[in-house]
């Protein structure tokens, strides 16, 4: 029997599964789960017919390079585009600066392939998004976390965090964060705070990786425009590598997204994709460009954004009736999660079989912590569920929550009577 083990490089025997991941396993097996775990764009929000119509055109052979191999960096139109895109969130960006990647997760591996050594350091928020964890713990980087603030990261804790390290002759290569609607809190950063981040990262001679998403999903009763400026419009010194993608506001089976990084790093980026991928998908890119070109992605937008606060509202006024106070919360300003707490004692990686037996799953909070911490929280996706499936889920939840306190109660009176002797 060969031991596949002893063939493994040191990377790859450090290699962990995504927690949401692992929630496909358990969806196969029961359909009827209501999922709460993976954030899906709501497949009803896609532009069906609009899709149609223009695979027909990109299919009928008058573009013929539609099927072909395509530039690593991207196809040109695309990237006009996306400069064009660029613009209207305030960054003055142009083609030395500008890849499409894969999904923003490429964007994440490529980033931690060309930044960060074995044993390196990336400061990150607590909790942190799963997907940039995998990125780069898979190249053996170490990961440093800074808690949130109701505004955003703690700007005193991520310094003193940062000198820690120095002091302990750590090498910290860069600071991660999503800015707006954070996965998994929803948290939106101040624009204060955002100043800030750029303050210290120049006097700390530190770059910033700007993961956003979201951007475009604010809920337009309690955010806006202004709310959602990114770091990168403000970044004068070349700091700020930006990654966005199309997923939410499109459709993520395009996997089209891109990263707007310093040239000489974009360079690098557009090096490690190479041996990664060579070309990017051509006929991808063209949906989405033609979609571009035919507004409509602007056209997406307000539904969008109308479509998710309704799912919102929904989920908050769900756990409101249903947990009888046993989840807590604050309500996400736009995104697609809801990061809710436990009563403290409650275990939420022990509390997900009970969930499943009743018929609902979520992502325990455990794993989007780099300090194993996060026990008692747990992140609900009001994303991709319809209102029905939201209120039944939340409604099974709870029900899980419940029987898992009477069963910890239970264990408690024996113990108590015992002591009492």
């Not at 937008?301 to 479509?307: G, S, V």
Request: include cysteine; proline fraction near 5%.
């Amino acid at each position: 029997m060969i031991n596949y083990d002893d063939f493994l490089s040191q990377a790859a025997a450090g290699m962990q599964e995504s927690a949401i991941r692992r929630m496909g396993s358990i969806l196969a097996q029961n359909r009827d789960l209501i999922s709460f775990a993976p954030g899906y764009p709501a497949p009803e929000t896609f532009p069906w017919s609009e899709f149609s119509e223009i695979a027909r055109e990109l299919l009928s052979g008058s573009h013929p390079h539609a099927l072909q191999y395509g530039a690593t960096r991207g196809l040109r139109p695309l990237l006009d585009m996306i400069a064009a895109v660029m613009e209207t969130r305030g960054v003055a960006s142009d083609l030395s600066r500008l890849l499409v990647t894969t999904g923003s997760q490429q964007g994440l591996d490529l980033v931690a392939r060309v930044l960060l050594d074995p044993g390196d350091v990336a400061l990150v928020e607590l909790p942190a998004y799963t997907g940039a964890i995998t990125a780069f713990r898979n190249v053996r980087g170490q990961m440093e976390g800074v808690p949130q603030e109701d505004d955003g990261i703690d700007l005193g804790a991520l310094d003193a965090t940062y000198q820690r390290l120095i002091r302990n002759n750590r090498r910290v290569r860069f600071l991660y964060v999503v800015p707006n609607f954070q996965n998994p809190t929803g948290i939106l950063m101040s624009l204060r705070k955002r100043q800030q981040l750029l303050e210290w990262a120049a006097s700390r001679n530190m770059l910033i990786v700007e993961d956003d998403p979201y951007r475009e999903l604010y809920f337009e009763a309690s955010a806006s425009e202004a709310d959602v400026r990114p770091i990168k419009a403000d970044d004068r010194d070349g700091r700020v590598i930006y990654l966005s993608s199309f997923s939410k506001t499109l459709a993520p089976g395009f996997r089209v997204a891109w990263v707007d990084a310093p040239a000489p790093i974009a360079v690098k980026i557009e090096m490690a994709k190479q041996a990664s991928d060579l070309c990017t998908g051509v006929f991808d890119q063209r949906m989405v460009l033609e979609c571009g070109r035919r507004g409509i992605l602007d056209r997406q937008l307000p539904m969008l954004r109308k479509h998710y606060a309704d799912k919102r509202d929904v989920m908050v006024a769900a756990c409101r009736n249903e947990s009888q106070g046993a989840l807590t919360w604050t309500d996400p300003r736009g995104g697609f999660f809801l990061w809710a707490s436990l009563p403290h004692h409650l275990d939420a990686d022990r509390l997900l079989d009970r969930a499943v037996q009743h018929g609902v799953v979520y992502v325990a909070g455990s794993a989007f912590f780099v300090n194993d911490r996060g026990g008692s929280q747990i992140r609900l996706s009001f994303s991709a569920p319809s209102h029905d499936q939201i209120r039944e889920g939340v409604r099974r939840l709870s029900d899980a929550i419940r029987e898992e306190l009477r069963a910890g109660q239970a264990a408690d009176r024996p113990a108590r009577a015992s002591t009492a002797r």
